[in-house]
């Protein structure tokens, strides 16, 4: 029997419109990426303004064709463009602009098939008419301020030596310095000193050219070695040092030069530890410190080193001696630091230099540091220096404490300042010298050093300063920060949670400048003169803006008279705000997920805005995805935020598979353009083309448990975003690289959400992990468990419960989700016998694992070849499980040895 089905005629009328804009719709949309369309994608490299303003540069870097730098003007059409150009400078007038001419990737691996040195060349632009002049075999450059010269100093040759080439930018013209061992302009770009070293050391010494005429003033010469060249801040007084030899020791030592009256080269001052009976017994003055003048030309500052006396011949005639000698190390339990990491520091610590100051005009020297109070650092006025004592602390499993002094540069006079003190929490000296700062008990505090005073800044203000967000194992928490000194040290500038404040250093007049509180928007100083230790107060103060629920950001400026203007705060990423040197011109990013990075030139107060670039022009001929923020709750009721990326050919109505990448906090990354990638793994852009939702959830911890924190926060988020219908809840991925490996990994342990999941270089077992050593520093795994991610306040003999309860490997019967690791076997951070201890536990419970080693890989794959394979399989693993496509061979049977090997020869 045949049923007639009635519809109401309002229904008809709607499906009528709805049917043909769908079919249109259809028709009109655009196609998605292959990975072949990857390669006309770049990314925007580093971006500067020349000191007039006139003039942008900046870099594209393509995933697949050549990287270019870019020169245009801030007005204008003209564009001058360098293949492989990069490290750009322009000159101080912003007539002329340098860069160094590199290789395409594929010359750079020719080159080094061939094991051929790859040298540079040198780029000289004149802005005016766009002429270049290339030089071949520079390896670095530098213009003078007063953009007269330019000096470029080529490679070595075979003789070990290398030339110095001046060019007069003015008239053309070359002068060509040979054997130039070091060299470096004055500041102000009058004088230039070097020092030679010939062959055969018959031409050896320093030098001073006068740039005006190019006289040329010997300071000194001799046959031996000079070294470590140095101008003091002003460039008006330089110091060497000049190697001698005794036969009482071995290596060299060395006399130290100093000239103040640049007037006056034949003056030199000369400290030689040969005429001193005070200088230190069996030590010398170490070519591995550099000598400094101080700011008032009153002090030279330079380091002295343990000088070994020569070996005496031991051996009686006719014995031989013994040259073979066990190949032991002895790792003893008093070790501070332990063998591999006293490994790692051989060199620094074999030249490692104690500080010491010379005052010409008395002859005076002073010791200022010592074995004891080894590390030491100048204050802003360099009239004391820091010096820090660890030693009654040793050995230290936590963050380093010690005890700080400060030593008087003239007299050696030596004053406790800090005691049992966490290093960490030292900010130093203000720039003038009058102040130190750090932080203790929660509150920032500042020591001024001619009253021998502390006072603690921010006891009385009713606004945590300490990071209240710091969900880390320590009981004190770190500051939010500092943005530096005023000007004069007459302020500190300190930061709370949203809030930039000024202190004056006695603590009175707290200034809250920004009030961002109350709106949760983040406002942090940016320096936009480098130059300078200090921030202007009589000059407009600019600030980076940040919206901690809304993810907006933008800047505003702080006008000398203390108002705060706001210039820019929207739906977008705006970073990397540049000032000209000279000008009121400024340059800034933008960026979203859909909108490709472009740089925006404008004036002082944002009035008008004028976009220099336009990257990335083809994404218009594709679909493209979205990003949105989630808001959801975790387990232990706390408000969190994810980002949902959607499929670029998202159809309403439709379900679609899904993969959540996991690290800590992640919504931050809203607004992030992401270029995609065939050589990056976890690239979201490419599973938004290949028609994933990708999700992002915050993880927050709780201290001792690590893996059950992020249970709690990404089962929630991630069941927030099925309950919108249009994810299919059995097409779910989980993923994370290193600490997000470990998340991945144990989260699997807990749920049967996931489909399938691939977890890079995971954490695995946390006993065994606490027990490692982080070799790429040869340094303790168990230090980062008690004081950063590990997020454990005890080792594990005092928590063994929760150890073993975070654990992936002591949880993994429960895994049933098919499970993709990948490690290099040279991993020096999460050592891969990590994911061989779960590959060994998941083959003999018969758990669905399979584990990529790749040859000679460090923490993240690196080799190109490895990285397109390690992005290819982790897209095929996922296409298999969450789409049902059909799975390659590796994923059903592995490869074996044998097929390894005769795939290698057949690609030789």
Known sequence: MNKTLFLPVRLYILIFFLLPNSLVLSQESKPCLSVEDYDSWHSLGQTSISPDGKWIAYSLNYVSGTDTLFIKPTRGDKTYKIPHGNQLAFTEDSKWAACLLGYSEAEREKMQEKKEEIRNKLVLICLADGKKKTIKDIQSFEFARNSIHLAMETYTGEDERKDLIIRNLEQGTHLDLGNVSEWSFNKPGTHLAFLMNTEGNRGNGAHLILLDNYHIHILDSDTVTYRQLSWDKNGSALAFLKSFTDTLFKDESHILYALNDLNKPQSLKVLDQREMQSFPE?????????????????????????????????????????????????????????????????????????????HPETGNTVRLSDEKAREATLTGNQKYAMVWDKTPYQPQFRLEHGNLYLVNVTSGKKTPVLTNFKIQYFAGSSPEGKYLLYFRDHHWWTYDIAEDKHTNLTGSIPVPFWNTRDDGP??????????????????????????????????????????????????????????????????????????DKTKKSGFSMLEPGGKLRELLYEDKLYRQLSKAKKEEAYIYTAESYEDSPDIYFTDNLFRKTTPLTRTNPQQSHYSWGKAELIDFTSQNGKPLQGVLHYPANFIPGKQYPMVVYIYEIRSNSLHQYIHPSPRSFYNITHYSQQGYFVFQPDIVYEVNEPGMSAVNCVLPGVKKVLETGMIDENSVGLMGHSWGAYQTTFIITQTDLFSAAVAGAPLTNMISMYNSIYWNTGTPDQQIFETSQGRFRN???????????????????????????????????????????????????????????????????????????????????????????????????????????KREREHQ
Request: aromatic share 14%; proline share 5%; with cysteine.
């Open 795 to 901: 080792p594990y003999w005092e928590l063994m419960d929760k150890y073993i309860r975070n654990s992936p490997l002591f949880q993994a019967e429960n895994i049933e989700t098919p499970l993709l690791v990948a490690f290099g076997n040279e991993d020096g951070a999460v050592d891969w016998h990590q994911g061989i201890e779960l590959y060994i536990t998941m083959r003999r419970m018969q758990k669905p694992m399979i584990m990529l080693v790749y040859a000679g890989e460090n923490h993240s794959v690196r080799k190109k070849e490895n990285m397109l394979d390690y992005t290819a399989k982790i897209h095929q693993f996922f296409a298999h499980y969450l789409k049902n496509e059909k799975a390659e061979p590796w994923i059903i049977e592995g490869m074996k040895y044998l097929d390894k090997k």
């Open 474 to 547: 320590l009981v004190e928490k770190p500051p939010f920060g500092s943005g530096g000194w005023m000007k004069n040290d007459q302020e500190v500038i300190l930061y709370s949670e949203y809030d930039t404040w000024n202190f004056r250093p006695d603590g009175s007049n707290a200034i809250n400048l920004t009030h961002g509180r109350e709106n949760e928007i983040r406002y942090r100083i940016l320096r936009l003169d480098r130059e300078e230790e200090w921030v202007d107060p009589d000059q407009p103060v600019y600030f980076s803006k940040f919206g």
């Open 282 to 358: 069996n030590m010398k003055i170490s070519e591995h410190y550099t000598p400094r003048w101080s700011e008032d030309l009153s002090t030279v500052f330079f380091g002295i080193i343990d000088w070994e006396p020569a070996e005496k011949d031991s051996v009686k005639q006719g014995e031989k001696k013994n040259e073979n000698i066990a190949g032991v190390d002895i790792w003893h339990w008093k070790d501070d630091p332990i063998q591999p990491r006293q490994e790692k520091t051989y060199n620094r610590d074999k030249n490692f230099s104690y500080l010491c100051a010379w």
